[in-house]
């Protein structure tokens, strides 16, 4: 059984940036892809960014291309997501997610997730 941890959410300006860790823990941790994800108030959860935990090649929302980076360090077992440039927008809940296959841009394909944490930000 896979548990996912997020960190990394808080309050920020406009034009700032954070960045949110996702660690995770489990027997035998070797997923197909890990992906953010992310639920703002009264909408549906929606796919952020992946990443294929063998080869990296990675996927982005229309949303967040060119600002949002993904990256995974295998050895710790832990993804990440590099926020710049934020927008009020960008305000919800950031989950993290495993799937066991693909394809890794599709929030169905996900079967193991954290708990979220929150990124608001402020205009």
């Known amino acids: 059984q896979v548990r996912l941890v997020e960190s990394g959410g808080g309050l920020v300006q406009a034009g700032g940036s954070l960045r949110l860790s996702c660690a995770a823990s489990g027997r035998t941790f070797n997923p197909y892809a890990m992906g953010w994800f992310r639920q703002a108030p009264g909408k549906e959860r929606e796919t952020v960014a992946g990443i294929t935990w063998s080869s990296g090649s990675t996927y982005y929302a229309d949303s967040v291309k060119g600002r949002f980076t993904i990256s995974r360090d295998n050895a710790k077992n832990t993804v990440y997501l590099q926020m710049n440039s934020l927008k009020p927008e960008d305000t919800a809940v950031y989950f993290c997610?495993?799937?066991?296959?693909?394809?890794?841009?599709?929030?169905?394909?996900?079967?193991?997730w954290g708990q979220g944490t929150q990124v608001t930000v402020s205009s």
């Open positions: 997610a495993a799937s066991r296959s693909g394809p890794y841009y599709m929030k169905e394909r996900y079967d193991s």
